[in-house]
């Protein structure tokens, strides 16, 4: 997911005889946080910065993973259909690091993909209807929440839960 640091907009109720004025910022400075999420321990893992990200940059994190999770018997990563997931060396290195089972949501399954979810959350706090003029303050912001999803617990148990209903489908 990425954050760019301007103000987004969300919905409100004003006068109309008045304007509306929106502080933003100029350029398109932006957090890209390759991040995976945990249903079960309801945390957050992931390796923020402005790099793009690409194939290597996923290595790095699928890295970052195996390293917070080494002691963990199995590893599985519910990924979208990103084409940095599907390149020669990442499927390379996922060849050579057999640890985490990778298995890859449906094209157009937005509804299944708890990391969208979980954008959205993140999105709303330290963005939506904030005004930051320095980048480094919403970069802070950022990572504060980021850092410290446990104190959001019961929000996020309502937006990112792993009910689903299971469809059959008879032909």
């Not at 005889?17 to 945390?43: C, F, M, Q, W």
């Not at 910065?49 to 590893?75: H, M, Q, S, T, W």
């Not at 939506?128 to 959001?152: C, G, I, M, P, S």
Request: glycine residues 4%.
């Amino acid at each position: 997911m990425y954050l760019v640091h301007n103000n987004a907009p969300g919905l409100c109720r004003r006068d109309p005889k008045y304007p509306l004025v929106l502080r933003t910022n100029t350029g398109r400075k932006r957090l890209n946080i390759p991040g995976a999420y945990n249903p079960d321990e309801h945390s957050f893992l992931h390796l923020t910065g402005e790099e793009n990200c690409d194939a290597v940059r996923v290595i790095e994190y699928f890295e970052v993973i195996l390293k917070a999770y080494r002691n963990a018997p199995k590893i599985i990563l519910i990924l979208d259909n990103a084409s940095y997931y599907k390149a020669a060396i990442v499927t390379q290195w996922l060849e050579e690091h057999p640890g985490p089972q990778i298995d890859f949501l449906p094209p157009c399954a937005l509804n299944l993909n708890l990391i969208k979810r979980f954008r959205r959350f993140v999105k709303d706090r330290p963005v939506r209807n904030t005004y930051y003029e320095k980048y480094r303050t919403f970069r802070a912001k950022t990572f504060q929440l980021l850092n410290h999803v446990d104190q959001h617990l019961d929000e996020l148990k309502t937006l990112v839960g792993e009910k689903f209903q299971i469809v059959k489908i008879y032909a």
